[in-house]
């Protein structure tokens, strides 16, 4: 549906905001919304590193009839990789982020 926005999360990498791709987001007014993440957000790499392991285990190479079809699948891998859960040991502290981040302003 053309009516319909697209909504996409980046990260700042350099080659999300090169020229051939903002000319070709410019002719497309209004159909994608961005948001990129923070700088200095590695943090976020959980969560890039859960969608990239989805993608290996869950999409690759499926094919779907229908968005229904679509969500069970998916609805069906994470709850088979709930049942085993990997626990993420952080290990950074509070004061450590913040004091990593007061030395760059």
């Known amino acids: 549906d053309k009516d319909l926005k697209i909504s996409i999360i980046l990260d700042n990498h350099s080659v ?3 020229r051939d791709v903002m000319e ?6 209004e ?6 993440t923070p700088k200095h957000a590695s943090w976020l790499n959980l969560i890039e590193s859960f969608f990239s392991k989805c993608a290996k285990q869950c999409l ?8 229904e079809e679509l969500k069970t699948h998916i609805e069906s891998w994470l709850k088979e990789t709930n049942e085993t859960p990997v626990v993420y040991r952080w290990q950074w502290k509070l004061e450590d982020i913040q ?6 302003d």
């Open 60 to 67: 690759k190479h499926l094919r779907v009839n229908s968005i």
């Open 31 to 36: 159909r994608f919304e961005f948001t990129f």
């Open 16 to 18: 999300h905001r090169c």
């Open 99 to 104: 004091g990593a981040f007061a030395d760059k």
């Open 24 to 29: 070709f987001l410019a002719s497309k007014p």
